[in-house]
């Protein structure tokens, strides 16, 4: 069985886990800090964000200047009436891709902006926790063709990814991003309509339940019925227009909204060229049967849209079947994919009895006994995203160091995501996962192809390499290793590499292999100078490739 | 704006440009009773799986063209069906085959395609991934293996044959994974290599280092899952870059195709709206041949086109994808004509096998096609008997779902293929399987 109760004390050892886990690592000065603390007190702080540690002021400001890469001009295109071009932009500069800059919808933008935020977010469980939530409700831009709406789906998932699973689902339900990713604004069930099943189907099989697991064919068109209609608006002042060919436009934010045949003004639907003032009748009416049950999908109460009392009723009928499922998504993501059936009811149920309250069940699973026992230390492989970003938490300058350099001393990330190096080919392609079911995860990470990948991730981080972008030649991964890795000068070959592990974290490496690359480097007298520097780097990337380089 | 029939009608032209670059057709038969003799199996055969994703609307594909089941289809499909003949050719027994899968009708004419309706499994799962995740273990009893995976720990040498078994995906589907062995992906013809900063004389020689570690993990006493697996894929890595046919700098042997394929600027055809086709199949099937010309000894490739899940906007996106998909096996197949290696002429080596997961409901929605039961797999080559095998499902008999009831078990298909095509016995073939399953008489 799992045990659920809380831990009363803590080694540096176990902060250095939860620190892997439930963020992206800790250095070894940061985890002692946090190791001085009560376990459960630093664990409810981790997890809410509160307290000076998670203070984002500084990490807020610096999203000004976060984007290292001069962005290049854009010209006009003179086919098109009133194209102007789009002058280049100076690095450094904010991550050009929402806002007034939604008409560039560059994925990788997006993706670097992401990236950044998980290295440098003081409250790195709130990406932590969005990261685990892309990858359960998996959407993909090369769908949304939007990188701005994708982001807005990020945010949703970073300020909703604690509440209470049913408030999650339903919310994720209305997402603009996901509205267009599984058909939801094509599902038109009014009438003799037939409707589109594919949310429907993938919500519970995907999102909530797990195939099979407690719904029925008839459930899907049922629920198809319940949520045809949902759909949004674009108001105008959301639709940005690309200034070098204004035929393009994209909107920077939408608003969720049943289309029912009510009024809508004053917005209106993208393809409705600007005039329509009432959305077309798409949703199903009178009463649907949904797991054995009759709901009203016409009427509304709570504040509730047309339809979402079906959504909730997935949880409310279904809640063990449910509980299940989050359960062994949060063991397999966070713990471990080893455990036991009696294991995964025990989670389950403490998931149940916190009334899906995931803030609380999330803290439960941290604080537990069965979170930090020794079977469960480094006995996952970790995701490509993650596992570079960690590396870069580590290796590379703080924020405050990194924000007070000239050139700012953050990775290219922008460079890092477009180039040879790509999350996509490491496996792990952010904001565009192929389909709604995500990555699978532990060891369906790694084959030859990802392995490959993540060579060229760390050699890039730990050999220093750069990427000419524009006739511009920017470092990917800034970091000095006297300054960032070893602030004490390490006086033995075993204390450059004590030091390494003790930033990179690895799994044991067998002794065998470690002496073996230390008697290669380092065959005669050790002096840190250049040299040995350049060594350590080496180093750095034997530790980051090896077999025990990817589990966490 | 052109219309489907006035497009079909341009296509006539430039499928005839399409056929006429086939460099090694059979002769170019095309009446009954004048169709070449097959080729016998090669001594050195190659298979290419071509994996449809997401469920492909084969009704769409090979509609009915004749009896109940056009009248079925033409009620069920009322905007989307396809039943304008000139946008059809005849394939026989009710079963017609949409011209948008561009290059089929030729290969068809050859003889050249084994056509295997119906096909998919008893107690149908309307889920994408539990169906993929069991047409890709092809067991009696799946047990977390592939068919293909458990085809290479029989096969492949449990310490070489590193590059026996490619993948061109940056995954590895569950279909290629055995119990000891798996294959390797790569996903690109150059720099199959360490960062040359490794490989620079001025420091030690790196990537033996990295080596060590990942051999050390393979012969030392672990039996931890995550660990193995890491060292598998950092070996795997290593020892195909070192194969001779990825040569200086890691790269394949550069290779011109010598036939234009779907999306290049030369290919005569277009999506709907004018626009280049997916060249996503193509860069996949070209690298393929590139690294048949290489020489490399692999011997199952897997490829996937991505995009089938058409619940919506089916009418534009359908035809599209069946452009690409048709055109590139087309322009595959008469490109490997041009192959000649030591192990003998590519085109008669190579047998590719589409399939996709499931097909999709009769019935249409509101612009598209939700999940459905039985598919469409069809097979391509010079050995294959070309013809129908297997049954029309009964579209007036769909089961409570509105599905068609499947006709052909999809392990038939694996079976007839590790038997007739990959050298299995037939006993060994059945063990693969975990049970006898009827072959299919295209090879």
């Given at each position: 069985?799992?045990?659920?109760?809380?831990?009363?004390?803590?080694?540096?050892?176990?902060?250095?886990?939860?620190?892997?886990?439930?963020?992206?690592?800790?250095?070894?000065?940061?985890?002692?800090?946090?190791?001085?603390?009560?376990?459960?007190?630093?664990?409810?702080?981790?997890?809410?964000?509160?307290?000076?540690?998670?203070?984002?002021?500084?990490?807020?400001?610096?999203?000004?200047?976060?984007?290292?890469?001069?962005?290049?001009?854009?010209?006009?295109?003179?086919?098109?009436?009133?194209?102007?071009?789009?002058?280049?932009?100076?690095?450094?500069?904010?991550?050009?891709?929402?806002?007034?800059?939604?008409?560039?919808?560059?994925?990788?933008?997006?993706?670097?902006?992401?990236?950044?935020?998980?290295?440098?977010?003081?409250?790195?469980?709130?990406?932590?926790?969005?990261?685990?939530?892309?990858?359960?409700?998996?959407?993909?831009?090369?769908?949304?063709?939007?990188?701005?709406?994708?982001?807005?789906?990020?945010?949703?998932?970073?300020?909703?990814?604690?509440?209470?699973?049913?408030?999650?689902?339903?919310?994720?339900?209305?997402?603009?991003?996901?509205?267009?990713?599984?058909?939801?604004?094509?599902?038109?069930?009014?009438?003799?309509?037939?409707?589109?099943?594919?949310?429907?189907?993938?919500?519970?099989?995907?999102?909530?339940?797990?195939?099979?697991?407690?719904y029925n064919q008839a459930d899907i068109t049922q629920l198809a019925k319940a949520l045809s209609g949902w759909s949004f608006t674009y108001g105008e002042a959301d639709y940005i227009r690309n200034p070098a060919n204004p035929n393009q436009?994209?909107?920077?934010?939408?608003?969720?909204?049943?289309?029912?045949?009510?009024?809508?003004?004053?917005?209106?639907?993208?393809?409705?060229?600007?005039?329509?003032?009432?959305?077309?009748?798409?949703?199903?009416?009178?009463?649907?049967?949904?797991?054995?049950?009759?709901?009203?999908?016409?009427?509304?109460?709570?504040?509730?849209?047309?339809?979402?009392?079906?959504?909730?009723?997935?949880?409310?009928?279904?809640?063990?079947?449910?509980?299940?499922?989050?359960?062994?998504?949060?063991?397999?993501?966070?713990?471990?994919?080893?455990?036991?059936?009696?294991?995964?009811?025990?989670?389950?149920?403490?998931?149940?009895?916190?009334?899906?309250?995931?803030?609380?069940?999330?803290?439960?699973?941290?604080?537990?006994?069965?979170?930090?026992?020794?079977?469960?230390?480094?006995?996952?492989?970790?995701?490509?995203?993650?596992?570079?970003?960690?590396?870069?938490?580590?290796?590379?300058?703080?924020?405050?160091?990194?924000?007070?350099?000239?050139?700012?001393?953050?990775?290219?990330?922008?460079?890092?995501?477009?180039?040879?190096?790509?999350?996509?080919?490491?496996?792990?392609?952010?904001?565009?996962?192929?389909?709604?079911?995500?990555?699978?995860?532990?060891?369906?990470?790694?084959?030859?192809?990802?392995?490959?990948?993540?060579?060229?991730?760390?050699?890039?981080?730990?050999?220093?390499?750069?990427?000419?972008?524009?006739?511009?030649?920017?470092?990917?991964?800034?970091?000095?290793?006297?300054?960032?890795?070893?602030?004490?000068?390490?006086?033995?070959?075993?204390?450059?590499?004590?030091?390494?592990?003790?930033?990179?974290?690895?799994?044991?490496?067998?002794?065998?292999?470690?002496?073996?690359?230390?008697?290669?480097?380092?065959?005669?007298?050790?002096?840190?100078?250049?040299?040995?520097?350049?060594?350590?780097?080496?180093?750095?990337?034997?530790?980051?490739?090896?077999?025990?380089?990817?589990?966490? | 704006?052109?219309?489907?029939?006035?497009?079909?009608?341009?296509?006539?032209?430039?499928?005839?440009?399409?056929?006429?670059?086939?460099?090694?057709?059979?002769?170019?038969?095309?009446?009954?009773?004048?169709?070449?003799?097959?080729?016998?199996?090669?001594?050195?055969?190659?298979?290419?799986?071509?994996?449809?994703?997401?469920?492909?609307?084969?009704?769409?594909?090979?509609?009915?063209?004749?009896?109940?089941?056009?009248?079925?289809?033409?009620?069920?499909?009322?905007?989307?069906?396809?039943?304008?003949?000139?946008?059809?050719?005849?394939?026989?027994?009710?079963?017609?085959?949409?011209?948008?899968?561009?290059?089929?009708?030729?290969?068809?004419?050859?003889?050249?395609?084994?056509?295997?309706?119906?096909?998919?499994?008893?107690?149908?799962?309307?889920?994408?991934?539990?169906?993929?995740?069991?047409?890709?273990?092809?067991?009696?009893?799946?047990?977390?293996?592939?068919?293909?995976?458990?085809?290479?720990?029989?096969?492949?040498?449990?310490?070489?044959?590193?590059?026996?078994?490619?993948?061109?995906?940056?995954?590895?589907?569950?279909?290629?994974?055995?119990?000891?062995?798996?294959?390797?992906?790569?996903?690109?013809?150059?720099?199959?290599?360490?960062?040359?900063?490794?490989?620079?004389?001025?420091?030690?020689?790196?990537?033996?280092?990295?080596?060590?570690?990942?051999?050390?993990?393979?012969?030392?006493?672990?039996?931890?899952?995550?660990?193995?697996?890491?060292?598998?894929?950092?070996?795997?890595?290593?020892?195909?870059?070192?194969?001779?046919?990825?040569?200086?700098?890691?790269?394949?042997?550069?290779?011109?195709?010598?036939?234009?394929?779907?999306?290049?600027?030369?290919?005569?055809?277009?999506?709907?709206?004018?626009t280049a086709l997916s060249s996503s199949l193509s860069s996949q099937l070209k690298l393929v041949a590139q690294m048949i010309s290489a020489g490399l000894p692999a011997q199952v490739y897997f490829s996937r086109l991505g995009g089938w899940?058409?619940?919506?906007?089916?009418?534009?996106?359908?035809?599209?994808?069946?452009?690409?998909?048709?055109?590139?096996?087309?322009?595959?197949?008469?490109?490997?004509?041009?192959?000649?290696?030591?192990?003998?002429?590519?085109?008669?080596?190579?047998?590719?096998?589409?399939?996709?997961?499931?097909?999709?409901?009769?019935?249409?929605?509101?612009?598209?096609?939700?999940?459905?039961?039985?598919?469409?797999?069809?097979?391509?080559?010079?050995?294959?008997?070309?013809?129908?095998?297997?049954?029309?499902?009964?579209?007036?008999?769909?089961?409570?779902?509105?599905?068609?009831?499947?006709?052909?078990?999809?392990?038939?298909?694996?079976?007839?293929?590790?038997?007739?095509?990959?050298?299995?016995?037939?006993?060994?073939?059945?063990?693969?399987?975990?049970?006898?399953?009827?072959r299919l008489g295209f090879l």
């Amino acid at each position: 069985m799992a045990d659920l109760t809380a831990i009363s004390t803590w080694t540096l050892a176990d902060v250095q886990h939860f620190g892997r886990r439930a963020g992206f690592g800790l250095n070894p000065a940061e985890a002692a800090t946090l190791q001085a603390q009560v376990p459960s007190v630093a664990i409810d702080a981790w997890v809410d964000g509160t307290g000076a540690a998670y203070d984002a002021t500084a990490f807020t400001a610096a999203l000004a200047t976060a984007d290292v890469v001069a962005e290049p001009l854009v010209s006009a295109n003179t086919t098109v009436a009133g194209s102007v071009a789009v002058p280049a932009v100076a690095a450094p500069h904010p991550f050009l891709v929402q806002g007034a800059d939604a008409w560039r919808n560059n994925l990788n933008t997006a993706q670097a902006l992401l990236a950044w935020r998980m290295q440098h977010n003081p409250h790195a469980f709130e990406e932590r926790m969005a990261l685990f939530w892309h990858n359960l409700f998996a959407t993909g831009w090369h769908k949304v063709n939007n990188a701005a709406l994708m982001l807005k789906q990020f945010q949703l998932l970073r300020s909703q990814g604690l509440a209470r699973f049913d408030d999650l689902l339903v919310a994720i339900s209305k997402d603009p991003a996901m509205l267009i990713w599984l058909d939801s604004v094509l599902n038109n069930a009014s009438g003799a309509n037939v409707p589109n099943e594919n949310y429907a189907r993938e919500v519970m099989e995907l999102y909530s339940l797990g195939a099979d697991n407690g719904y029925n064919q008839a459930d899907i068109t049922q629920l198809a019925k319940a949520l045809s209609g949902w759909s949004f608006t674009y108001g105008e002042a959301d639709y940005i227009r690309n200034p070098a060919n204004p035929n393009q436009k994209f909107p920077a934010d939408a608003r969720f909204k049943v289309y029912d045949g009510t009024a809508i003004a004053p917005d209106t639907r993208l393809w409705w060229s600007g005039t329509a003032t009432v959305s077309s009748n798409m949703h199903a009416t009178g009463t649907i049967s949904l797991f054995g049950q009759n709901l009203d999908v016409t009427t509304t109460a709570n504040g509730w849209a047309k339809g979402e009392n079906a959504v909730r009723s997935i949880i409310s009928a279904r809640g063990s079947s449910c509980a299940q499922f989050l359960a062994r998504r949060l063991l397999t993501h966070f713990v471990t994919t080893g455990f036991s059936a009696q294991d995964l009811a025990d989670v389950a149920a403490m998931i149940q009895a916190a009334n899906f309250d995931l803030r609380a069940a999330l803290k439960a699973l941290f604080k537990s006994q069965y979170f930090f026992s020794a079977a469960n230390r480094h006995a996952l492989i970790e995701g490509p995203v993650s596992w570079i970003v960690r590396a870069a938490r580590m290796l590379c300058p703080s924020l405050a160091s990194a924000a007070a350099q000239t050139p700012r001393g953050y990775p290219a990330w922008r460079l890092v995501t477009n180039s040879a190096t790509t999350f996509d080919e490491a496996g792990m392609k952010l904001l565009d996962p192929s389909g709604p079911n995500g990555w699978k995860e532990h060891t369906a990470w790694l084959n030859s192809n990802t392995m490959r990948y993540r060579a060229k991730l760390a050699a890039a981080l730990t050999l220093s390499e750069t990427r000419t972008y524009n006739s511009v030649a920017y470092p990917l991964f800034p970091a000095a290793v006297t300054v960032d890795w070893f602030p004490t000068a390490p006086t033995s070959p075993q204390a450059v590499y004590d030091r390494l592990v003790a930033l990179l974290q690895p799994a044991p490496i067998p002794a065998a292999v470690s002496s073996a690359w230390l008697a290669a480097l380092w065959p005669a007298t050790f002096t840190w100078d250049t040299a040995a520097q350049t060594k350590a780097r080496e180093l750095a990337f034997l530790i980051l490739c090896s077999p025990s380089g990817q589990l966490y | 704006m052109t219309t489907r029939r006035e497009f079909m009608q341009t296509l006539g032209a430039t499928g005839a440009a399409l056929a006429g670059l086939s460099a090694c057709g059979g002769g170019g038969a095309s009446s009954s009773g004048g169709l070449p003799t097959p080729t016998p199996t090669p001594t050195a055969p190659i298979l290419v799986i071509v994996n449809i994703d997401g469920g492909y609307d084969w009704l769409n594909v090979t509609p009915p063209n004749a009896g109940a089941n056009l009248g079925v289809y033409q009620t069920k499909r009322a905007t989307l069906g396809i039943t304008d003949p000139a946008l059809l050719t005849d394939l026989g027994s009710g079963m017609a085959l949409n011209k948008d899968l561009l290059g089929m009708e030729a290969l068809h004419a050859q003889g050249r395609v084994a056509w295997i309706p119906g096909i998919g499994m008893p107690n149908p799962n309307l889920s994408h991934f539990t169906t993929i995740d069991l047409w890709g273990q092809g067991a009696a009893v799946p047990a977390g293996t592939g068919w293909l995976g458990r085809f290479a720990d029989t096969a492949f040498s449990p310490t070489g044959d590193v590059l026996r078994g490619v993948t061109i995906t940056a995954d590895l589907p569950v279909m290629l994974k055995g119990s000891g062995r798996t294959f390797v992906a790569i996903t690109s013809a150059g720099g199959y290599v360490f960062p040359a900063y490794l490989l620079s004389t001025s420091t030690v020689p790196d990537a033996a280092l990295l080596e060590t570690g990942w051999a050390n993990a393979l012969s030392a006493s672990s039996t931890d899952a995550g660990y193995l697996a890491g060292a598998q894929a950092g070996r795997l890595f290593y020892d195909a870059q070192n194969n001779p046919a990825f040569g200086t700098g890691g790269s394949l042997t550069a290779r011109t195709p010598t036939v234009p394929y779907p999306g290049d600027a030369t290919y005569p055809v277009l999506k709907l709206n004018g626009t280049a086709l997916s060249s996503s199949l193509s860069s996949q099937l070209k690298l393929v041949a590139q690294m048949i010309s290489a020489g490399l000894p692999a011997q199952v490739y897997f490829s996937r086109l991505g995009g089938w899940d058409t619940h919506s906007n089916q009418a534009v996106d359908h035809p599209n994808l069946q452009r690409a998909l048709g055109g590139t096996i087309k322009a595959f197949h008469d490109d490997l004509a041009s192959i000649t290696t030591s192990a003998g002429n590519a085109q008669d080596r190579v047998l590719i096998l589409a399939y996709s997961e499931f097909g999709r409901r009769v019935q249409e929605n509101n612009g598209g096609t939700d999940h459905g039961t039985a598919g469409l797999s069809f097979c391509v080559g010079k050995s294959v008997k070309g013809g129908l095998y297997g049954a029309y499902p009964d579209l007036t008999n769909l089961d409570a779902n509105g599905n068609m009831k499947y006709t052909n078990d999809f392990r038939g298909l694996y079976a007839t293929v590790l038997e007739r095509w990959l050298g299995q016995s037939a006993a060994a073939t059945d063990t693969l399987l975990g049970a006898s399953y009827p072959r299919l008489g295209f090879l």
